[in-house]
């Protein structure tokens, strides 16, 4: 990364928040349309046994964030670019944080199954353009489950409350239906632990009792998601973090015994995922710098 400004804590908790939004994954009203008269905790859940029978796929995500402190704004641009197959599990994933004068920094990173272990490859930006690799064997999932993108709708069709129906957009060329909800502030600390979030607070020294009182009073997330009319599979979701990253920002840093200086306002996180491609990645090629560079 090209280090331009000093932000040391404040730059610090901006990559934090990069992770724990990009970490980031029963519905009983009845739909008005909806396919063949469906109602909608129907829809959901064909939507989610269709995305569970996706063999490949590839989807976009994007997550832009504006915060101050004092004088100061930081703002990022996050944007990644994965393809996935399912079986045997091969994942590529090449990601861009743009943080304007503090800096920019490319990654790259890819996953290859072998029996049943994995192998995870990380390239990270020298600050040249070229990537530094290692390479990394790990013994299940947990390290790269978070870039599962069936993973994260299945956790979100299934968390979300309250749908409601609010008409039909084209994404990725073809119709889909939007429906607009909530996640609930219970569900919602749910859904941060699943993701690793809470892991990540937790690799910074706060307490258990702290991230007990951080999971408190964050109120409902609200989330949008598409459900494509030909083949109700879900190809996209959008979700405004601002006011639950507030909030646990907020109590981090109270945690931390940070001073005024220190004090962050987040004034805007959107996050979002589109799914393309479905059914159509063969396959994916490991580079072979990636191949043969150091174990981890």
């Given at each position: 990364m090209r280090n331009t400004r000093s932000w040391p804590r404040r730059a610090a908790a901006a990559i934090l928040t990069l992770t724990m939004a990009a970490g980031l994954g029963a519905c009983g009203d009845k739909a008005d349309g909806g396919a063949a008269g469906q109602s909608i905790e129907d829809i959901m859940k064909t939507a989610q046994a269709n995305m569970?029978?996706?063999?490949?796929?590839?989807?976009?995500?994007?997550?832009?964030?504006?915060?101050k402190a004092n004088d100061e704004t930081l703002k990022i641009a996050t944007s990644g670019k994965v393809d996935q197959i399912v079986d045997p599990i091969t994942m590529k994933l090449d990601m861009n944080v743009d943080m304007g004068e503090v800096g920019n920094m490319n990654t790259a990173m890819y996953v290859a199954q072998d029996g049943d272990k994995y192998m995870l490859y990380t390239g990270i930006d020298a600050g040249d353009g070229n990537l530094v690799w290692q390479k990394q064997e790990m013994a299940d999932t947990s390290a790269f489950d978070q870039m599962d993108a069936r993973e994260s709708f299945d956790l979100y069709l299934s968390s979300a409350e309250s749908f409601k129906e609010n008409g039909t957009e084209t994404?990725?060329?073809?119709?889909?239906?939007?429906?607009?909800?909530?996640?609930?502030?219970?569900?919602?600390?749910q859904v941060l632990e699943a993701s690793g979030v809470m892991d990540q607070f937790s690799s910074l020294g706060i307490t258990g009792d702290q991230l007990d009182t951080m999971l408190t009073d964050l109120g409902d997330l609200p989330i949008s998601l598409w459900i494509s009319k030909a083949d109700q599979i879900p190809v996209k979701y959008e979700m405004d973090m601002t006011a639950i990253m507030q909030s646990l920002m907020g109590k981090m840093m109270d945690s931390m015994g940070a001073?005024?200086?220190?004090?962050?306002?987040?004034?805007?996180?959107?996050?979002?995922?589109?799914?393309?491609?479905?059914?159509?990645?063969?396959?994916?090629?490991?580079?072979?710098?990636?191949?043969n560079a150091a174990a981890a």
């Open positions: 569970a029978d996706v063999k490949s796929m590839s989807y976009d995500m994007t997550m832009s964030m504006e915060m994404v990725g060329g073809a119709e889909a239906t939007r429906y607009d909800g909530t996640i609930s502030e219970e569900d919602l600390a001073g005024e200086d220190d004090k962050l306002d987040v004034a805007n996180v959107l996050v979002s995922m589109t799914v393309s491609n479905i059914n159509g990645v063969e396959s994916i090629e490991i580079p072979a710098e990636a191949l």
